[in-house]
């Protein structure tokens, strides 16, 4: 049964719009690509003309007043693309948007009403959870706590160092700049109204860099229905530097966090069972064609050795699955996994670890 190609916009054309979505759109015979919208002068016309996308805008309201088209991809300042992302949910359209969706709880349940209300759909840019390295540990982590092979799940971690994660760009891919003298304007300010001014620019660093740590662990430990809580916290003065246990489902979860000066990517999740464990490790975020790797640990019994055996999903890029994923939802009207309403969780979780790292 063929489907007819989605009809397709971005929003914004910075460097990861460039490098990575605005490619893997162009690139998918489900897409349609229709056309670039960014307020920054002279820049859509670039990289439209660069990649044959026939049409450019001014603004997302442009977009919006378009009919002919009924998708959007949405990337840009981190409390900006959250009104952006609402506005075309209010115009009807479907929304594709990296993450954070939004930079306060006010903020997120606004773009899940507008989205109710409206009819539209939005999915959050958790490339993680289309890894297909990630999906082998998901699909294995289910076996064993149905099978209770492995015994009980006694902890889940993610090791979220990170370090140089455009370390596997190839060096031939240009990335276009504005015109001297065109600036973006500010965006608005939709921060918590608790948070101190002073903390903001760390709560904001910790929310669009770790929130992708949190929603993995989520994913993995299937939690559907947002019930994952906050118990401890310990970061550092610097606000990123640190612990964060999680209760997830009953199982306790930590966040691991700070960044590194490797030129590598260190980012690891294990899932630990009483019998054994199992761990992918994720690739440098530009690295295409190569998912997390997998490693599987049995503990072994009286009777049997203990075996560690290590898998290799096919080649494949996260961020291209993500997109084609999204393509494919918006076309059979299926839910997205990544959805607005699931990510409004992963928020209220930033929310709350900010409030017990301030003391407030």
Not at 147 to 156: D, I, K, N, Q, Y
Not at 306 to 328: C, I, N
Request: charged share 20%; with cysteine; net charge negative.
């Amino acid at each position: 049964m063929s489907f007819a190609k989605v009809r397709f916009a971005y929003v914004g054309c910075g460097f990861v719009a460039q490098n990575i979505h605005i490619p893997n759109f162009v690139s998918l015979p489900e897409c349609e690509f229709i056309g670039l919208a960014e307020v920054q002068p002279g820049l859509a016309e670039q990289v439209a003309g660069h990649y044959g996308i026939p049409r450019t805008y001014a603004s997302h309201e442009e977009i919006c007043s378009d009919d002919s088209i009924e998708a959007v991809g949405v990337s840009g300042p981190y409390a900006l693309q959250g009104q952006i992302a609402r506005d075309l949910l209010r115009a009807g359209k479907h929304v594709f948007m990296e993450k954070p969706m939004a930079v306060s709880i006010r903020q997120a349940q606004s773009i899940v009403d507008t989205a109710k209300s409206s009819g539209a759909r939005c999915m959050v840019g958790y490339m993680k959870r289309y890894d297909a390295g990630n999906l082998r540990i998901k699909e294995l982590c289910d076996e064993w706590r149905a099978s209770g092979e492995m015994g009980r799940l006694l902890l889940a971690r993610n090791h979220g160092f990170g370090g140089n994660w455009v370390w596997a760009q190839d060096p031939n891919v240009r990335t276009f700049v504005a015109p001297s003298g065109s600036v973006p304007p500010p965006a608005p300010d939709e921060c918590p109204e608790w948070m101190p001014d002073e903390a903001r620019a760390a709560y904001l660093n910790y929310l669009q860099q770790w929130t992708h740590n949190i929603n993995l662990l989520r994913f993995f430990l299937d939690d559907h229905e947002g019930k994952a809580r906050v118990t401890s916290v310990q970061l550092d003065a610097d606000g990123h530097t640190g612990l964060v246990v999680l209760d997830v489902n009953g199982t306790r979860a930590v966040v691991e966090s700070a960044y590194t000066r490797f030129h590598a990517w260190d980012e690891h999740t294990q899932l630990y069972f009483e019998g054994g464990w199992l761990q992918t490790s994720a690739p440098p975020l530009l690295q295409k064609g190569v998912p997390a790797t997998i490693e599987i640990y049995r503990g072994g019994s009286l009777t049997t050795l203990p075996m560690l055996t290590r898998e290799q999903a096919s080649p494949s890029w996260a961020y291209r699955e993500e997109a084609r994923t999204f393509l494919g939802l918006v076309r059979s009207g299926e839910a997205f996994p990544s959805s607005a309403q699931d990510t409004l969780t992963d928020v209220r979780l930033c929310e709350d670890i900010y409030r017990i790292h301030l003391g407030l």
